[in-house]
């Protein structure tokens, strides 16, 4: 299970903080994903990478800001987050976009904002 | 993919019993329906997944089923092991912008 991975995989931060997660993945992806999953509640998509270029932002805050160098490296800056912010945050990547391909999910990281 | 509901949200069986959870969608364009287990604390994994040209796929003790008329398609696990133990979770897809999952099934297989 190390075709994704995710760093840091536990982290808590103030909300004057300003923090980055970051996913690599080993699979010759060429599409990755950022997943938020909360507590009781379904699986969000936030954002998805095609290539390196953003396909879709789901109406996702702007203290949450995506990165996606190349294809094997996406970052998820952080800043200024508010309490609600604390879950479980996924990232995932698939050989293509178009919704047909399996999603391969890194172990994600926990986030707390105090 | 648009709405989807999964029921139920949770699931208790006993060892060696059935289980089936079940998904409803809107979006009439979906033609990719995949099942993800995810056991606790550990990332989602797919198990199944079914095309819109099939009605069943069979995998060991796993099962999906479509019925495209009715918009839904549901997960059947059989011979129930405490290992099947997890959260399961429906996607709905379209494009990749547009993936929905399930609020998830928390099925807890009992000795």
């Known amino acids: 299970e190390t075709g994704v991975t995710q760093t840091p995989r536990h982290l808590v931060m103030g909300m004057t903080n300003k923090k980055s997660l970051k996913c690599e993945q080993h699979?010759?992806?060429?599409?990755m994903y950022w997943y938020k999953q909360s507590a009781k509640k379904p699986l969000e998509l936030m954002f998805v990478?095609?290539?390196?270029?953003?396909?879709e932002n789901n109406s996702v805050p702007s203290r949450f800001s995506p990165e996606c160098p190349n294809s094997s490296h996406l970052f998820l800056h952080l800043h200024t987050l508010q309490p609600e912010d604390s879950a479980l945050y996924l990232c995932?990547?698939?050989?293509?976009?178009?919704?047909?391909?399996?999603?391969?999910f890194g172990p994600g990281t926990r986030l707390t904002v105090t | 993919g648009e709405n989807v509901e999964q029921h139920p949200s949770t699931l208790s069986v006993q060892e060696g019993d059935s289980a089936v959870i079940k998904c409803t969608y809107s979006?009439?364009?979906?033609?990719?329906f995949p099942w993800y287990k995810q056991e606790l604390g550990k990332r989602p994994q797919l198990i199944i997944d079914?095309?819109?040209?099939?009605g069943e796929k069979k995998d060991q003790r796993i099962a999906v089923t479509l019925n495209k008329t009715a918009k839904h398609f549901s997960l059947h696990i059989t011979e129930t092991q405490p290992e099947d133990s997890a959260v399961y979770f429906c996607?709905?897809?379209?494009?990749?912008?547009?993936?929905?999952f399930g609020t998830g099934t928390r099925l807890q297989v009992t000795l």
């Open positions: 995932a990547s698939s050989q293509g976009t178009g919704g047909v391909y399996e999603q391969y």
């Open positions: 699979l010759g992806h060429n599409a």
């Open positions: 990478y095609s290539l390196e270029e953003r396909v």
């Open positions: 979006d009439s364009a979906s033609n990719y």
């Open positions: 079914i095309r819109s040209n099939v």
């Open positions: 996607i709905n897809t379209g494009t990749a912008s547009k993936l929905t």
